[in-house]
């Protein structure tokens, strides 16, 4: 047992960060908030897709023999981590699914979506769905990265078809970091901001509300590596719930660190917090996730 | 990211497993938990049975008297003697986890000789003498006085939450050693002793506890003389004497609560579908999250031993953010007991209302929940020391 | 409207204060506490009894006609508050509510006791029951001044008889009376312990504890005494469910200020927590007065 | 403890319903909320027809125009006006509120003519320039420098979080008229300024909170000349001035937002019924226990508008209480709403999810919820101040 990550896939988890550190940084997200086409309008960039696809985003898990990486469930947690952190838009988790059974989404040529219970994202931008979109109405989203619409009645039975496992387990990980990086800028915020002459990170309200940032942070890691090493679909809900609870949480926790300046559309905290609420939504839901983790309790 | 054990590993769980399997049934009845004297026996005739089948001081190094177990395989250790239901370490806890290794890493060679084979055999148990009434949260500002004279020091005060004080043979004790003023801080004038618990001048008296038992004691010292040769450490150096076990805490320190928890857990599921509890969503779902809560504690478990399995020693930083999960999680573990229970909760016949009286502690010992955080906030993340 | 406390509501709270500390102070509790009859054999202080009796704590509503003191509901929970504070024991609200009914029990002469759910409080030490008590069968208290007894199957239907809406409001009204003594304890520690050199109370950790208890306490208070004026049911088991909650969670966060002083058997504080979970499950338990709150919405 | 009120209360209330009720149907469309005159204009028109039928400046003193009405009057003004729908205080809030009360205290019988009358009527609308971006929790340490030139203070500086700053006549303005130093804490050096709003050096730049709308903005201040007659109270003590009003709250604030969330409740509770919802017992019970929440909130209002009728003015303490339990439980409300509206809770066009976004800052707005427990600790519960 070494549940540390190996060097490989530290080396991929600094490629993934540095790649959409260059392509996705602080600016190129602004732009894109702050753009024309955000809402129902907004526009997937598809030379940004392009360029994930050919660095082996939704190819990671494909057979090398199918032009794949290779790589297994840990590796991609790894890199929708990176992800998470960096908010980086569009139908990440749909697109990297279907890698192995619709045409171009591995290389990024395709863009793919799916329906999630209710919600669909991105479903103008995508060249395909998985699932039945029919009678889909456009929704006002609240992210302003994530188009969304609905598909009336769509919520599907109690068993949720064969890739909601390892997308539940992508979305957990998504969610694992931007906790992380929200509770990063608590933290430097909290270093740098000075109130009643000393940086508020020196007030213990504001230190403890960090550390219970970093708790969840760190649990919902655990949780999500483990779940991704075993794959198993309980553990991965349990990941699930705790990513979601990790990342809505430490958004708030987050701007309330930054006080009035969190509550302004320049700060990106907000963002990740619309995001979480987003991705919260995806099967399974906090209850969904707790009566399966109940149902396993023998 | 690697939770499959390897062939040596496996073996090592299977020959415990078979070993634990034979003996466990020959094992006498568990005392009353009243019974100190009853306790001691039982905890030192397992632990001599451990030492005779070569599991004793598993993880203490070989030098020692030790197997230099890796922490994978002490975690192997916990978890299958934990599901296997066998005897907890009990009375030997303090000689096994903490004086000893303290002494290992930091005694002489005589003190080493002396001290290390009764602790593995179960022949000799100690106890902790750290905390005092007015030093809790911060121990550093101890005052238990010890003044040298000749060959002995001749220590006065008193300490408190010492578990197994009436039966133990030994006492690890921090003592101040140099008064504290503007230019000595508080953690600089201290010294470590074993204390032998027979010496004169030493009287315990049991600390009952809001649970209504004596899992503690407290501990009086009354110019008691300890010979200087039983000082570990130099003089005055007592707090980085001590700090060296703590830093040796190799991620292991919980594994077989989190093992209970996740079988108490179970029960609870059980014992709700029994009583119709189980139909109410609220308390369903609650037992649900904690199902998640405790699964991903017991892979925070393996993160930390692996940590330490490769850097040797998990720093305190990840047994602070560990233990802060773990010990919420486990009050609301009864919590949720007591919902389970409806106003069943309110009987001590049942366990878990026990154990949740004891669950009010987690928070509390070992470091607050407040210090905990502090310690994260500021080692972890680095955020400013406040003034 | 005039919400505060009228010059003779103040009498009383400090008379019955005064009386408590007289006949129930820190002492008598400890002796009741550490005496020989803790527990399943708790035996009733029969003397205080009368004594209750002979001021009008149990007559406190009984008109004057009928030799009673003639008051209502606010200042029974006035009272109440009072006991609750003092961790006074024994079945003061059954005995109140039978003032009327059971001869003996306005002049604390007879001890009345009531089902209430699954449970009744001191079944031994009590005269009359109200309520059926067939088939009781003795419970180990964890609170060590309430003996307990389970009647198996009595988990009545969902109404409640008509005493219990006064016995949940005259119970919030002890629970408000522990939470407000637990802040006041917290405080008082808080502001006497010293570590590092400083009164704990100085550092901000523990003073937002307080404050916490204070804010729960203070809500709790509008929320008893509002129900004690109007009476309605379902004020009432609001204010069950805020002051069973600041009575629970107060104790627990004044534990937690004690530190390890709190947990050990010589420090009062829980008591208030265990007396408080006996409350707490009285009805309407946290459940039932979410559901029946719930209910009322419309 | 006495919930009723008394005949002339209820002949106050008769009134005003029968008013408003004649009154809310002849008003003109609301205006969007991005069209700043449209809203001035609104505001303003209602404040107008208050003012005709002599509810304007209904608790002001009566030698500053108003009609010294009592605390529980005000609270039976707030609580009707918002049960029947009626417009909020918009544009005039910190006229009527702030500003107004400020001048009626703390000004020169000339400054009151002046500027009293306006507010009244509709005719003038203030804004708030107290925060800058330095100088949030710690408003003391503001640094908005003025410099006395002759019969004018010369204004450098910028100021946040000023609503309606597009639309308002004048900003009642915190300035530093004196540098801080070792002998001179931050709030001894402040001045209190009515600055006109077209005085040549301001300028307004809309501020876009999460929420995507522009009710805040950003002023900056370019050596902005305002006559030394516009100052309120004495130079450098325009900290005390400002308390003065801060301390006149007579537990009515939030008496509007305190309705307001119990119809939302009832209106969760008929979307939870109406979409399945309400068949989940965590959805349900919450629900339940916000119930529970905001009734005992209304009773805590109309125990500090009891305590404020009687002694005259409610501290800032019993508001620190009140706020810290409201504004969380108002995000509970949100978040509550979210779980009501599943999926749909990601939809801007339901009221409920802008509202949710909204609600982010009630634990930060006029003090965070961290200033609000450290006011409860140290000034309730006298807890000593930290270092």
Redesign the interface.
């Known amino acids: 047992?070494?549940?540390?990550?190996?060097d490989d896939?530290r080396a991929l988890q600094e490629g993934v960060r540095k790649l959409l550190e260059g392509r996705f940084g602080r600016e190129r997200l602004r732009a894109a908030v702050d753009g024309p086409g955000v809402g129902p309008e907004a526009s997937l960039d598809r030379a940004l897709w392009r360029e994930l696809g050919d660095a082996g985003f939704f190819a990671l898990r494909l057979p090398e023999r199918d032009g794949g990486v290779g790589l297994g469930l840990?590796e991609a947690v790894l890199a929708f981590e990176e992800a998470g952190r960096a908010l980086l838009p569009g139908p990440l988790v749909a697109t990297h699914l279907a890698a192995a059974t619709v045409p171009g989404a591995a290389t990024g040529e395709r863009v793919v979506t799916r329906v999630d219970?209710?919600?669909v994202e991105w479903l103008d931008a995508a060249d395909h769905v998985l699932g039945n979109a029919a009678g889909a109405v456009p929704?006002?989203?609240?992210?302003?990265l994530t188009p969304?619409h609905?598909v009336p009645g769509a919520?599907g039975g109690d068993v949720p078809e064969p890739d909601a496992v390892p997308a539940a387990l992508l979305t957990a990980a998504e969610q694992l970091g931007s906790a992380g990086r929200t509770?990063e800028a608590a933290?430097r915020y909290?270093?740098e901001r000075?109130?009643?002459?000393?940086?508020?990170?020196?007030?213990?309200?504001?230190?403890?509300l960090?550390?219970?940032m970093?708790?969840r942070t760190?649990?919902?890691?655990?949780?999500v590596?483990?779940a991704?090493?075993?794959g198993e679909a309980?553990?991965i809900?349990?990941?699930k719930?705790?990513a979601d609870d990790a990342a809505v949480r430490n958004a708030?926790d987050c701007?309330?660190v930054h006080?009035?300046?969190?509550?302004?559309?320049?700060?990106d905290?907000?963002l990740h917090?619309k995001r979480a609420?987003?991705r919260a939504?995806r099967w399974p839901t906090e209850?969904e996730?707790?009566?399966?983790?109940?149902?396993?309790?023998? | 990211?690697?939770?499959?054990?390897?062939e040596e590993?496996e073996e090592f769980r299977a020959r415990l497993r078979a070993w634990l399997a034979a003996t466990l049934p020959g094992l006498p009845p568990r005392p009353d938990p009243r019974d100190w004297p009853g306790r001691r026996a039982y905890d030192t005739a397992w632990q001599r049975r451990l030492y005779d089948a070569g599991y004793a001081g598993l993880h203490w190094p070989a030098d020692a008297g030790g197997h230099g177990a890796t922490p994978?395989q002490h975690l192997i250790f916990l978890e299958e003697t934990e599901l296997a239901g066998a005897p907890y370490v009990g009375a030997n806890f303090v000689g096994l986890l903490h004086a000893g290794p303290t002494i290992a890493a930091e005694g002489t060679r005589a003190q080493c000789s002396r001290w290390l084979p009764p602790i593995l055999r179960g022949d000799e148990i100690w106890c902790q003498g750290f905390s005092e009434p007015d030093a809790g949260s911060d121990l550093a500002s101890l005052r238990t006085r010890a003044v040298r004279d000749g060959d002995a020091y001749v220590v006065t005060g008193s300490k408190i939450w010492t578990s197994h004080a009436e039966v133990a043979d030994w006492c690890e004790l921090l003592v101040r050693t140099r008064p504290v003023s503007a230019d000595v801080p508080g953690h600089r004038g201290i010294t470590w002793l074993a204390l032998p618990m027979n010496a004169p001048g030493v009287s315990v008296r049991p600390l009952r506890t809001l649970a209504g038992t004596t899992e503690f004691a407290e501990m009086f010292l009354d110019e008691v003389r300890v010979p200087a040769a039983h000082r570990v450490g130099e003089e005055n150096d007592g707090w980085r004497v001590t700090m060296v076990t703590l830093s040796f805490e190799r991620g292991t320190a919980f594994v077989g609560e989190v093992v209970a928890c996740r079988r108490t857990?179970?029960a609870?599921?059980e014992a709700a579908r029994g009583n119709g509890r189980w139909d109410d969503q609220e308390v369903?779902?609650?037992?649900?999250?904690l199902?998640?809560?405790f699964?991903?504690?017991?892979?925070?478990t393996?993160?930390n031993?692996?940590?330490a399995?490769?850097a040797g020693g998990v720093p305190g930083n990840?047994g602070s953010?560990f233990k802060?999960?773990y010990s919420h999680a486990r009050q609301e573990l009864y919590d949720a007991a007591a919902r389970v229970l409806g106003p069943g909760g309110l009987d001590l016949s049942h366990d878990w209302t026990a154990d949740r009286l004891s669950s009010l502690s987690y928070t509390i010992a070992a470091g607050t929940s407040?210090i905990?955080?502090?310690i994260?906030?500021?080692r972890?993340?680095?955020?400013?020391?406040?003034?």
Request: glycine share 8%.
């Open positions: 047992m070494d549940f540390r990550l190996t896939q840990p219970g209710e919600l929704v006002r989203s609240v992210d302003p969304l609905r919520a509770t933290v909290a270093g000075e109130q009643f002459g000393r940086p508020i990170g020196s007030f213990q309200a504001v230190k403890h960090c550390a219970r970093l708790v760190e649990t919902a890691r655990a949780a590596y483990g991704a090493v075993t309980v553990e809900a349990g990941a719930l705790l708030r701007l309330q006080g009035g300046m969190g509550f302004t559309w320049e700060a905290v907000h917090l609420w987003v939504e209850r996730a707790a009566e399966l983790l109940a149902a396993a309790l023998r | 990211m690697d939770l499959t054990y390897t590993e994978t857990l179970r609870l599921a369903r779902r609650t037992l649900g999250r199902n998640a809560e699964t991903a504690l017991w892979r925070l393996q993160w031993v692996s940590e399995q490769r990840s953010v802060l999960r407040q905990q955080r502090n994260v906030a500021e972890v993340l680095g955020l400013p020391k406040g003034r």
